[in-house]
């Protein structure tokens, strides 16, 4: 088991920057790859960037690239998603994800989620 806990949403203006964190701990979590989606009202759940705890095979979706950083700390066992020049569709609830098969994006690929958390970009 691998248990994820998101934190760091809120209310922004657009333009400004927020920082969401996924904790994670339980079994083997370092083997897995980790992702953020984000699921807005009436929408799919949206693939927004995914890492390896090695900090390596980072990619991101074309909506977010140039804005959005995805990171990882090995030590504090942690995954941020760093949200610069944030825009008002980027409201949605944002969550952490697992996945044993280390290229997955699509949402059917992960294997554990958090709870999620929300953040809402004002215009």
């Known amino acids: 088991q691998v248990q994820l806990v998101e934190s760091g949403g809120g209310l922004v203006q657009a333009g400004g920057s927020l920082r969401l964190s996924c904790a994670a701990s339980g079994r083997t979590f370092s083997r897995y790859a980790m992702g953020w989606f984000r699921q807005a009202p009436g929408k799919e759940r949206e693939f927004v960037a995914r890492i390896w705890w090695s900090g390596t095979m980072i990619i991101n979706a074309d909506s977010v690239k140039g804005r959005f950083t995805i990171i990882s700390d090995n030590a504090k066992n942690t995954v941020d998603l760093q949200m610069n020049s944030l825009k008002p569709e980027d409201t949605a609830v944002y969550y952490c994800?697992?996945?044993?098969?280390?290229?997955?994006?699509?949402?059917?690929?992960?294997?554990?989620w958090g709870q999620g958390t929300q953040v809402t970009v004002s215009s």
């Open positions: 994800a697992a996945a044993s098969q280390r290229i997955a994006v699509a949402a059917g690929e992960y294997d554990y």
